[in-house]
T-cell receptor, first 117, second 115 residues
Framework: ETGVTQTPRHLVMGMTNKKSLKCEQH?????MYWYKQSAKKPLELMFV???????ENNSVPSRFSPECPNSSHLFLHLHTLQPEDSALYLC????????????????FGPGTRLTVL | AQTVTQSQPEMSVQEAETVTLSCTYD???????LFWYKQPPSRQMILVIR??????QNATENRFSVNFQKAAKSFSLKISDSQLGDAAMYFC????????????FGKGTKLSVKP
C-alpha cells in the first residue's frame, strides 16, 4: 500500500449504529487530519493530530470521536449520527507543521462515502 | 478570519484550449502558502500546484501555471492544452502554517472538458 488509504470506501448506517472509519498513511508523516466534504460546501476541517496529539477540534459534535493510536493510523468513531452527517469524509496526512517549519503539503486519501439513514 | 473564495461553481473548456480558474483569498498573515488541488470523480484529492507567498515568481507545473497577485490577494490557475483527464473539481486552498497547519478551502470549481 502506498500513500493514504481509507476504509471502508462506502458506509451506510442507521442513526443508532456505531461504526468506525479508518485511515492509514504510508508516507512517514507525523500529522493527520479528518475533513468533512458536503455537497455545495467547502471542505471542513474536523480534527488535527500532530505528533499524535490532538491540536484542533473545530467544534465538532461529540458523536464524532477521533483516535490516533500512532502516527500512521487515524480513526473516526461514529455513534448516533444524524442524516445531515451524510458526507464524504477525507483523511489527510503531512509533516507536522512545527517540524517542517514551512508549509505542510497534505496528501489525501480517497475518502469514505458515509450515508446515514 | 481567513477565507478562500472561488466564484466560478462550474467552468467548461474545449479540449486543447486554455482555461483559467479564479480564486481570491483573505488573510492577515504575511507568510502563507496557496495550493490548487484537483479532485477527479474517483474522489482522490491531488495536489496540482503550490505557491509560496514570499516568492514573486509564479509557479508552473507542466501545463498548469498560476497568476499570483499578492496585493490583490488573487491566485488563479491556468490550464493550457486542456485534456479530457483534466475534468475534475478544482479547489483553491490557503495554509498559514502554525501548529494547526490546516488548509482553508474554497467551495471548488467543477471543470468539464469537451472533446
Amino acid at each position: 500500500e502506498t500513500g493514504v488509504t481509507q476504509t471502508p470506501r462506502h458506509l451506510v448506517m442507521g442513526m443508532t449504529n456505531k461504526k468506525s472509519l479508518k485511515c492509514e498513511q504510508h508516507l512517514g508523516h507525523n500529522a493527520m487530519y479528518w475533513y468533512k466534504q458536503s455537497a455545495k460546501k467547502p471542505l471542513e476541517l474536523m480534527f488535527v493530530y500532530s505528533l499524535e496529539e490532538r491540536v484542533e477540534n473545530n467544534s465538532v459534535p461529540s458523536r464524532f470521536s477521533p483516535e490516533c493510536p500512532n502516527s500512521s493510523h487515524l480513526f473516526l468513531h461514529l455513534h448516533t449520527l444524524q442524516p445531515e452527517d451524510s458526507a464524504l469524509y477525507l483523511c489527510a496526512s503531512s509533516q507536522a507543521p512545527r517540524a517542517s517549519g514551512r508549509y505542510n503539503e497534505q496528501f489525501f486519501g480517497p475518502g469514505t462515502r458515509l450515508t446515514v439513514l | 478570519a481567513q477565507t478562500v473564495t472561488q466564484s466560478q461553481p462550474e467552468m467548461s473548456v474545449q479540449e486543447a484550449e486554455t482555461v483559467t480558474l479564479s480564486c481570491t483569498y483573505d488573510t492577515s498573515e504575511s507568510d502563507y502558502y496557496l495550493f490548487w488541488y484537483k479532485q477527479p470523480p474517483s474522489r482522490q484529492m491531488i495536489l496540482v500546484i503550490r505557491q509560496e507567498a514570499y516568492k514573486q515568481q509564479n509557479a508552473t507545473e507542466n501545463r498548469f501555471s498560476v497568476n499570483f497577485q499578492k496585493a490583490a490577494k488573487s491566485f488563479s490557475l491556468k490550464i493550457s492544452d486542456s485534456q479530457l483527464g483534466d475534468a475534475a473539481m478544482y479547489f483553491c486552498a490557503l495554509n498559514t502554517g502554525g501548529s494547526q497547519g490546516n488548509l482553508i478551502f474554497g467551495k471548488g470549481t467543477k471543470l468539464s472538458v469537451k472533446p
